[in-house]
């Protein structure tokens, strides 16, 4: 099934002490790239945030005031892309392989989204295959997304997620690299 991918990339990694978590290097491979390699069979993908070099090519937005937090990163990026099936997906993923979008899509069945539980069982809203229209009226409802909680936003919709998976488990903190 075709998809478009949607990369958060604009936080302001805070709790890595402002150091540019997209351009972390692990085994020699940026996070941001990870992400980027296992989403590179997208019809399109979108980065919102600031540009980078990158391994492939990308379209790139911000949202609008900056530093909205990533609702409304998503609701800047979703207008890119028009297939279906988006898949929204942070940049601090650096256990995502392509086999765990595919897995993502597939699961989506009849539900608005499919998403990966982390190593702990947590929901992961960014690491989540979304029916474009059903994300789309969810933003909607929200009105202004700015500053507004992603898992709020969205809990009107049919969501459904994976057993826990490494490659749903997110890097928050320098701690997060060793697990």
């Not at 997209?22 to 600031?50: F, H, I």
């Not at 998503?74 to 279906?84: D, N, S, W, Y």
């Not at 295959?129 to 049919?158: F, H, M, N, W």
Request: proline share 5%; with cysteine; charged share 25%.
């Amino acid at each position: 099934m075709e998809y478009d991918a949607l990369v958060l990339a604009g936080g302001g990694s805070t709790r890595f002490g402002g150091v540019d978590k997209a351009m972390l290097v692990l085994d020699g491979v940026t996070m941001l790239d990870r992400v980027l390699t296992a989403t590179e069979d997208a019809t399109s993908t979108v980065v919102v945030g600031p540009i980078r070099t990158t391994c492939r090519p990308v379209d790139w937005t911000v949202e609008d005031p900056p530093s909205g937090g990533p609702m409304a990163g998503i609701a800047a990026g979703l207008a890119h892309g028009t297939t279906p099936v988006v898949v929204v997906l942070s940049c601090d993923l650096p256990w995502l392989t392509k086999g765990d979008i595919t897995n993502l899509i597939n699961g989506l069945g009849d539900h608005d989204g499919h998403g990966l539980r982390d190593t702990e069982g947590h929901e992961q809203h960014l690491a989540t295959a979304y029916r474009r229209t059903k994300l789309a009226e969810a933003i909607q409802q929200v009105g202004d997304p700015r500053d507004k909680s992603v898992r709020r936003s969205l809990a009107g919709l049919d969501l459904t997620w994976s057993a826990p998976t490494r490659a749903g488990h997110d890097v928050d903190t320098w701690a997060d690299l060793d697990d």
